[in-house]
T-cell receptor, first 113, second 109 residues
Framework: IAGITQAPTSQILAAGRRMTLRCTQD?????MYWYRQDLGLGLRLIHY???????GKGEVPDGYSVSRANTDDFPLTLASAVPSQTSVYFC????????????FGPGTRLTVL | GQNIDQPTEMTATEGAIVQINCTYQ??????LFWYQQHAGEAPTFLSY??LDGLEEKGRFSSFLSRSKGYSYLLLKELQMKDSASYLC??????????WGAGTKLIIKP
């Protein structure tokens, strides 16, 4: 592994189903983030984690949850998917939240029908 | 509210120079980032400005004026591979990145 990996690459999901998007980094970065990217809009922060064991809410957290059990993994869960959650989801990490450049994973394209 | 404005789309010719502008209004300022994003791919870091002035990195330069809430990304000697979206992002007082919607740059031969 080099950098950040995300799985799955893409997914079509029925509304109401539960889905977990996976994110793993091997850079030993303290901070991790989940964004969604929608056409015509900037990246919007869903949740973040400053360090293992801590999480925080971003700009659009409703309908999503995260956990940070260790440094490397930061899964994003949609408890009951809705069509408005159709988007491209990017995981990112940085050495620290306050000053450092964020590096992005390849993204997960999610379609909720 | 917080706002980042940049043009939606720009067109330029291979070999030429293009300037992509970004204006911002945010709650505090802890630096401005430029990222490049090719279609269907992840954003990749280009530059970071926290002090006023010009930062040069090869064919790419980025300028910041904090008093004017303004930045630009200058791309010289344009190549076809520079066709991409360019994202401006500002880190606010809570150390959260606020992102513009991106400028799609089309390079013509």
């Amino acid at each position: 592994i080099a950098g950040i990996t995300q799985a799955p690459t893409s997914q079509i999901l029925a509304a109401g189903r539960r889905m977990t998007l996976r994110c793993t980094q091997d850079m030993r970065h303290n901070a991790m983030y989940w964004y969604r990217q929608d056409l015509g809009l900037g990246l919007r922060l869903i949740h973040y984690s400053n360090t293992a064991g801590t999480t925080g809410k971003g700009e659009v957290p409703d309908g999503y949850s995260v956990s940070r059990a260790n440094t490397d993994d930061f899964p994003l869960t949609l408890a009951s998917a809705v069509p408005s959650q159709t988007s491209v989801y990017f995981c990112a990490s940085s050495e620290d939240r306050e000053t450092d450049t964020q590096y992005f994973g390849p993204g997960t394209r999610l379609t909720v029908l | 509210g917080q706002n980042i404005d940049q043009p939606t789309e720009m067109t330029a010719t291979e070999g030429a120079i293009v300037q992509i502008n970004c204006t911002y209004q945010t709650s505090g300022f802890n630096g401005l980032f430029w990222y490049q994003q090719h279609a269907g791919e992840a954003p990749t870091f280009l530059s970071y400005n926290v002090l006023d002035g010009l930062e040069e990195k090869g064919r790419f330069s980025s300028f910041l004026s904090r008093s004017k809430g303004y930045s630009y990304l200058l791309l010289k000697e344009l190549q076809m591979k520079d066709s991409a979206s360019y994202l401006c992002a500002v880190m606010d007082s809570n150390y959260q990145l606020i992102w513009g919607a991106g400028t799609k740059l089309i390079i013509k031969p």
